[in-house]
């Protein structure tokens, strides 16, 4: 088992910066892919970042690329993601989740532990 919480998220303006975080606990936080989705209103789960255990392979959305980045710190049981230039179509729910597959996958039904998600709204 591995339990995830997420904190960092808030009210922020266009055009700024978000640190997202989550911290895991219980087995071994380095054994998993991690990945970092959001839902926003009206909307389906969808994917935004992944990095492998080791931290050498990330991925991204399209729609978050050049402005997010995944980085893990396995000796503190962490994941974050940075987000720059944030738009008011980065509002959502932000979720951390946890696999245990050698690479992050863009889907939800991969993953195998959740966080509660963290709030991120930007304003125009």
């Known amino acids: 088992q591995v339990q995830l919480v997420e904190s960092g998220g808030g009210l922020v303006q266009a055009g700024g910066s978000l640190r997202l975080s989550c911290a895991a606990s219980?087995?071994?936080?380095?054994?998993?892919?991690m990945g970092w989705f959001r839902q926003g209103p009206g909307k389906e789960r969808e994917f935004v970042a992944a990095i492998s255990w080791s931290g050498g392979d990330t991925a991204y959305a399209d729609s978050v690329k050049g402005r997010a980045t995944i980085s893990r710190d396995n000796a503190k049981n962490t994941v974050y993601l940075q987000m720059n230039s944030l738009k008011p179509e980065d509002t959502a729910v932000y979720y951390c989740?946890?696999?245990?597959?050698?690479?992050?996958?863009?889907?939800?039904?991969?993953?195998?532990?959740w966080g509660q998600g963290t709030q991120v709204t930007v304003s125009s």
């Open positions: 989740a946890a696999r245990s597959g050698i690479r992050g996958t863009a889907l939800p039904d991969d993953y195998d532990y």
């Open positions: 219980g087995r071994s936080f380095s054994w998993y892919t």
